[in-house]
């Protein structure tokens, strides 16, 4: 069989194809949507050209499958480069060039536009994935939560999951959008009151383009503390039916899109998990299934109107497999299943966003009316032994969030004036019925026992205005937000959750610009937090509010060449009014993240913190077949706890982070890619032995209880590790076929996570009960250093 599968690998690395194909698209105005006649579009490795139509749409016929950069220019216009664009056999997926108008008097100029787009709102802190940069990224498995990882200012944990750790800030202060409709949650198996989870769900075949902003965010974007994504999805193929089918490491899914009629398309996903089989084969203690689905529809109702219809969707379960420590005899192994089957509950989750939007454009400007729902409901429950009886019931929980959302937004041009004002609408409802008995509070066991319903109408008013000055050289640009709702008395009055943001940016040479942005973000907080109930009453009512946070930043620019950029910047964020847990007294940002619940308890808004640090980017776009991106970031996050004047480093206090990813394209199809990660050692707390290990709170936790008076008093070693990642592309007439290899952590670098403790047990693994309600516990060590090897292919037809 390794001799078939060798000889075959063999034949199709040897193949040629000589197919040509054709591209076409459209240029036309970002703000009022016309179409630009008598533009032009050039391929920039080959200088070849065309004019467009009336319509502002043009074509290239005869080109050879492959990767190239597109730039569109026209007079009185920034001209704009799309880079990196695939061009497939039999596979016409349209580009649309969106151009800037210019401020200048000179209209019969063409103002050249760098290849990183310049934005007045935002001139720092924003950064842009393209979906190339997905695809190649080394031991990203095309997962585009772990491909953002790769940016500065981007921490991520070393427990294997997708939390986005921005610039020393919780997981749960980023907030994403997909085609402009809210997505609550991007990963599976998500964590309720967090975020993160070990796969992404966004399938990355549909995906465009992602930006990131770290700070600066848009006035129309809220309830963000550390960062907003934008993904975009790409246009389906107007001509065909065509699709793609991938089978990876862990998954595998198809992709199709087409015409529904000459003016609507469509793309639909959908994918399934086998990791279940692979753990059972690994006799591994769990067994994780997901499976998950996205779709698009786009309708062109005339050259003014349009309207877009999106959802995404997934299911997840969790179960145990009782069957892990048949035929094991290593001590290690035995001690790390009998733990994860001691404590990890029964999971089933799935989750739902719908949405659409309606685009009007004027002569200048557009409108867009943004309506959408989403869903996240998420069951766990937990038997004392795994026993499913009544009376060795530990845990049993059930919770739903849903949000219906409407948005309104106005962008106008007036006399060089960007204008941006409108209206935010949401009604959340959220319920929870939690019977909890693995509630340790002040050393003794406590049981929680109820049911919630939390009913929030929410509204937000939001303007931001823009404009360039000095012939395009000084930008400014300032926003106001104001968010209310009617949780209590402090969160009704608008006036106590303003958020100004002003930034500035000017060009000190055609290479050189030095930026700076300030502002105030406010994000409600967790509903576990607002909706926790005890004696049929919110306990947290009266003393919570919005979180605040103020961010200043400032940095240069510097591109030296076509596709090269290197920034720097500093950055300084101070919240106000975080969570503190009045249970464990300690900030909710010293709780960290892990699967499950998070903010299920009593809190105030009494704790306050600070990031800090300094961020580096030199970035390279594909140039001579070379591409990279190193990314350095200096972080320290610290937060208050039950000393409000006493700042403790949190959870996400990850002091240096180095990221280096690059590649190189070969002829005939071959690519190498790898990445490097380095982060320094997470905080964490100490267990406090003396309460873990008595016996009524170890039967009921099955895990360590922290010794909060040591508040991440401890630190883990730093983390490191090398991605390495070989693709061969064949192109035929019909469709393309792309083969590759992905090892992670090639030199087995060692990752170490927050060691677990575990009581000695018995030849049958229970619990040997040493002294009078007691049990001996021995702390085991929590790492690997495993090397992970991937084959896959993707099929494009």
Do not use: C
Not at 432 to 448: A, H, L, P, S, Y
């Amino acid at each position: 069989m390794i001799r078939f599968l060798s000889t075959l690998l063999l034949v199709l690395f040897s193949i040629q194809s000589r197919t040509q194909t054709i591209l076409s698209g459209q240029v036309r105005d970002a703000l009022n949507g016309q179409p630009i006649a008598f533009s032009t579009v050039q391929i920039l490795q080959t200088q070849r050209g065309v004019v467009a139509d009336e319509q502002g749409v043009f074509k290239f016929e005869n080109l050879t499958p492959g990767i190239y950069n597109f730039k569109a220019s026209f007079v009185g216009y920034a001209s704009l480069t799309l880079f990196e664009i695939e061009v497939l056999p039999n596979k016409n997926s349209p580009l649309v060039f969106e151009l800037q108008q210019i401020n200048t008097e000179l209209k019969e100029v063409v103002i050249e536009q760098q290849a990183f787009e310049r934005s007045i709102v935002s001139p720092l802190s924003k950064r842009t994935i393209g979906v190339a940069e997905i695809q190649r990224s080394a031991g990203g498995n095309r997962d585009i939560s772990k491909v953002i990882q790769n940016l500065p200012g981007v921490a991520s944990t070393p427990s294997f999951r997708n939390d986005i750790i921005i610039r020393g800030g919780a997981p749960n202060e980023n907030r994403f959008y997909l085609d402009g409709i809210e997505v609550s949650n991007i990963n599976h198996f998500a964590t309720q009151g967090s975020s993160g989870g070990p796969v992404g769900m966004l399938n990355v075949n549909l995906i465009r383009n992602v930006d990131y902003f770290s700070s600066a965010f848009s006035a129309a974007r809220g309830n963000a503390l550390s960062s907003v994504f934008e993904f975009k999805q790409k246009l389906a193929n107007k001509e065909k039916l065509k699709g793609t089918f991938l089978l990876g490491s862990s998954d595998a899914g198809i992709t199709l899109e087409g015409p529904l009629s000459e003016r609507s398309t469509f793309l639909f996903s959908a994918r399934r998990s086998y990791l279940q089989f692979l753990f059972a084969a690994l006799k591994l203690p769990f067994l994780p299934t997901y499976n998950d689905a996205q779709f698009k529809y786009n309708l062109d109702l005339n050259d003014k109107n349009k309207l877009t219809i999106l959802g995404l969707g997934a299911i997840d379960d969790f179960v145990l497999n009782q069957q892990a420590n048949d035929g094991v005899t290593d001590s290690i192994t035995l001690k790390r299943n009998n733990y994860a089957l001691g404590n990890i509950p029964v999971n089933s989750q799935w989750n739902y966003a719908i949405g659409a939007v309606y685009t009007h454009f004027g002569n200048d400007g557009y409108q867009n009316f943004v309506v959408s729902r989403n869903q996240l409901q998420n069951k766990a429950i937990k038997y004392s032994e795994n026993i499913e009886v009544d009376e060795n019931l530990l845990f049993d929980y059930n919770s739903s969030e849903i949000e219906n959302k409407f948005r309104y937004e106005h962008h106008l041009r007036k006399a060089g004036f960007k204008l941006l004002y409108g209206l935010a609408l949401q009604h959340a409802r959220y319920t929870n019925t939690t019977f909890d008995e693995r509630i340790v509070i002040n050393g003794q066991n406590q049981t929680f026992d109820y049911s919630s319903e939390l009913n929030l109408v929410s509204y937000a008013p939001f303007f931001q205005l823009s404009k360039n000055l000095l012939d395009e050289r000084l930008g400014l640009a300032f926003g106001l937000r104001a968010d209310a709702n009617n949780y209590n008395d402090q969160m009704r009055n608008l006036f106590k959750q303003l958020s100004p943001r002003f930034s500035a940016s000017f060009m000190i040479s055609d290479q050189l610009s030095i930026n700076f942005s300030t502002g105030r973000y406010t994000q409600l907080p967790a509903y576990t937090v607002l909706g926790f109930q005890q004696q049929q009453a919110f306990v947290n009512q009266s003393r919570t509010r919005f979180i605040q946070s103020d961010h200043l930043v400032s940095g240069l620019e510097f591109r030296p060449y076509q596709g090269a950029r290197m920034t720097l910047e500093g950055f300084y964020k101070h919240y106000n009014d975080y969570p503190f847990s009045l249970t464990d007294s300690i900030s909710l940002a010293n709780l960290g993240a892990d699967f499950g619940v998070v903010g299920n308890g009593a809190f105030e808004s009494t704790s306050s913190g600070r990031a800090y640090g300094l961020e580096f980017l030199y970035r390279q776009r594909l140039f001579k077949g070379f591409y990279g991106i190193l990314a350095y970031t200096y972080v320290k996050s610290e937060f208050s706890n039950a000393d409000a004047d006493q700042f403790i480093a949190s959870s996400w206090d990850f002091g240096h982070i180095i990221n280096l990813s690059a590649g190189k394209r070969f002829k005939k199809g071959w690519e190498l890619g790898f990445k490097f990660r380095y982060s320094g050692g997470a905080p964490y707390t100490p267990y406090n032995i003396a309460i873990s290990s008595q016996k009524n709170i170890w039967d009921a936790t099955g895990i360590g209880i922290l010794d909060f008076t040591q508040i991440n008093a401890l630190r883990l070693p730093a983390t490191h590790g090398l991605d390495v990642r070989v693709d061969k592309r064949y192109y035929f007439d019909k469709f393309s076929l792309d083969l590759y290899i992905d090892i992670q952590n090639i030199y087995a670098a060692t990752i170490t996570d927050r060691p677990f403790l575990d009581p000695l047990r018995d030849a049958q693994g229970k619990p040997i009960e040493t002294s009078a309600g007691a049990y001996t516990l021995e702390e085991i060590e929590n790492s690997s250093s495993n090397l992970l090897p991937t084959i896959g292919f993707l099929i494009d037809f």
